[in-house]
């Protein structure tokens, strides 16, 4: 696969470019990107190990007489934290765009593209930061060099549209939960327990999220709808703990509705059996 990375291509450039003095750069085509559309308008939400591929939708109008062949030529959409002055981190399709025609004038070139990036948390999301509100830009990149023992001709040309939308990068969350005792007694206490945790990218693991709200909810069992029932703060490293009177017999799970840098995340429903109280003889 051929990699859009913006710093592969410039580094690349740069290269020759410290080898000779490159030929000058063709002059930059007007492309415009529009109806820019990231992940169908949701968070991106990245864990530890597991590649989401986001699904990138948009229109391009080009000139007429501009080829774009994925050869020497190039033009795709990237997602950037920052500024294109400096750029934090960057997000680039690792295969082409792929684009279909919709209209024609005699100057210009209107297609429907689509592209998929890839979000590897291992190899793309270094730190907390990344969490954050993303921008996509469009890009155009023409590289071309002659290069033999005797002679070297180069000429390379790239440009950036930024800020054409956003895209949220959030960390993905888990919960756990575990009602005890089993089976409870009707009246007595049930205490609920679990932990709340989201991606750590730096050290590629699931840490303790602190200080979060959580709801407990429980339905009864041969019913399909949660109610809520309370709610708690998560403790260090995102211990959850509470008590409850056992009524019926049922599931409870945890829901923490996220924030902005972290996915909302619910727990898979723990059954407890509720048994009515020994009859005394």
């Known amino acids: 696969m051929r990699k ?17 003095a490159p030929a000058a750069s063709a ?43 994925n050869k020497k030529t190039f033009a795709a959409v990237m997602l950037y934290r920052g500024t294109l002055r400096t750029l934090d981190n960057e997000l680039d399709p690792e295969v082409m765009p792929t684009c279909t025609t919709t209209s024609t004038t005699d100057t210009t070139v209107t297609e429907s593209c689509s592209e998929t990036i890839p ?28 290069v033999s023992d005797d002679f070297l001709s180069s000429e390379s040309d790239v440009a950036i549209w930024g800020n054409l939308t956003t895209a949220k990068v959030q960390r993905a969350a888990k919960l756990t939960v575990d009602a005890s005792p089993e089976p409870a007694i009707t009246g007595k206490t049930i205490t609920v327990k679990g932990k709340l945790t989201r991606a750590n990218w730096e050290t590629g693991t699931y840490s303790g999220y602190k200080g979060q ?9 041969g019913t399909s709808t949660y109610k809520n029932v309370k709610g708690i703060t998560s403790g260090t490293g995102g211990a959850l703990s509470t008590t409850v009177k056992a009524s019926k017999t049922g599931y409870y799970r945890f829901v923490f509705a996220g924030t902005t840098t972290t996915a909302a995340a619910k727990a898979t429903g723990d059954h407890i059996e509720v048994d009515p109280p020994a009859t005394k003889l």
């Not at 859009?4 to 000779?20: E, H, Q, V």
């Not at 939400?45 to 774009?68: F, S």
């Not at 969490?131 to 060099?145: C, E, R, V």
Request: proline content about 4%.
């Open 119 to 146: 979000v590897d948390p291992d190899e793309y999301l270094y730190d907390s930061a990344d969490a954050t509100t993303w921008k996509a830009a469009g890009l155009y990149a023409h590289f071309d060099a002659t």
């Open 27 to 69: 002059a930059t085509p007007n492309l415009v990107f529009s109806d820019v559309t990231v992940n169908k308008g949701k968070a991106i939400v990245v864990g530890t190990t597991k590649t989401v591929n986001v699904p990138v939708t948009y229109t391009l109008t080009r000139p007429a007489d501009l080829v774009i062949d």
């Open 4 to 20: 859009l990375a913006i710093g592969a291509a410039l580094s690349g450039s740069l290269a020759l470019a410290g080898i000779a």
């Open 213 to 221: 709200k959580v709801v407990l909810q429980f339905r009864t069992e």
